[in-house]
């Protein structure tokens, strides 16, 4: 038996951009959404029984596949059987555009990650081509600026390979992500398996490199991005001046801003701020900057990111309505939906509505958590 390609899901509660239809159906043709309506279908679908239907979760920025492809420090799995596997996870996330965030550049000495990145870009692009994946995925390349390598790294990358979106990052210690060094310790303690001595040496090479490297490669990075026409994202921003750069950059998004300030000048710069799903679930940031929840009551928070947990972001939209009340689930759903699928020139995708993808997540609530029962990318049942 075939999967049809054209049916209605019915009795559903449909989260649409901007409202909520409480009982209504969909009809899919072909991948596409082809009408969407209130109460009774005009034939037989297949029925919801008054589950959730959103759209299928736009994701920018996770670096999960990490967790899949080093399941133990130093021990490096099969990159197809990794890909497969975080797919999987990612479908059942109910995530159907994934931007798989690639490191590129050193971000500490016992970081491996960077030297896989074409590696991993190589499996993740072999397994799309072959139809194995669930969900859509595209490329971010997380580069680290003051890396000595990052430039080398990224015209090796681009060399018959393509780039969606780069962030430019900058985790020098004292500054953005870890102005407070107790912080960038403790991070990077846990991280790297370094010795005290071997941290201090770590600090005063990582000064050095940026001093050295920040601005040149920042401006090389930036003109590689816009010959490429790759969305540029900025990192951490905390000053307003890091702001002011980001504009000039040209930046379609800021991730994880650090404080209050540099994320409301972002926004209305027009620059979509990205919070981490983890932050807001959590209720903080693991480094102790801004948090997500509170920039959604200042009503600067445009876009979440499941960063390093890919059910965090089902999760953080989901209870996002009840945390900040002047928040509605169709403006949560659309953080994780339609706007970074703008942030990312994806037009035909991020809403329930006619002509667009049928990308779809089926949910109904245990104890007010969402659980995903089916996902189904264009048309297709993935989950
Ligand atoms: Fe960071």
Known sequence: MTEPSEFILSNARIVLA????????????????????????????????????????????TDHLEAHFAPRPGVYWHPKSAVLAYDAQIAASGITTVFDSLRVGQDSRKDGFSAHAEQLADAISAAQAQGLLRSEHFTHLRCEICSPDVIEKIESYLSGRSIQLMSLNDHTPGQRQFRNMDKWLEYY???????????????????????????????KLVNIARGHNISIASHDDTTLEHVQESILDGAAIAEFPTTIEA?????????????????????????????????????????????????????????????????SLPAAIRMVSKTPAEAVNLQDRGEIAVGKRADLVRIFTSDAHPVVRNVWTMGKRVA
């Open 263 to 327: 994320a409301a000048a972002s926004h209305s710069a027009g620059i979509r701020v990205m919070m981490g799903a983890p932050n807001m679930v959590r209720g903080g940031s693991h480094s102790g900057n801004v948090s997500a929840i509170d920039l959604a009551h200042a009503g600067t928070l445009d876009v979440l990111s499941s960063d390093y947990v890919p059910t965090s972001l089902l999760m953080a939209a989901w209870m996002l309505p009840a945390l900040a009340p002047a928040v």
């Open 189 to 219: 303690r846990g991280k790297s398996g370094m010795s005290e001595d071997e941290l201090q040496s770590f600090i005063v090479q990582r000064l050095d490199y940026a001093a050295k490297f920040a601005d040149e490669h920042h401006q």
């Open 18 to 61: 901007n409202t909520i239809l409480e009982q209504g159906w969909v009809e899919i043709s072909e991948g596409r959404i082809i009408a969407v309506g209130e109460g009774a279908p005009p034939k037989s679908g297949w029925d919801m029984a008054g589950d959730t239907l959103i759209p299928g979760l736009v994701e920018l920025h």
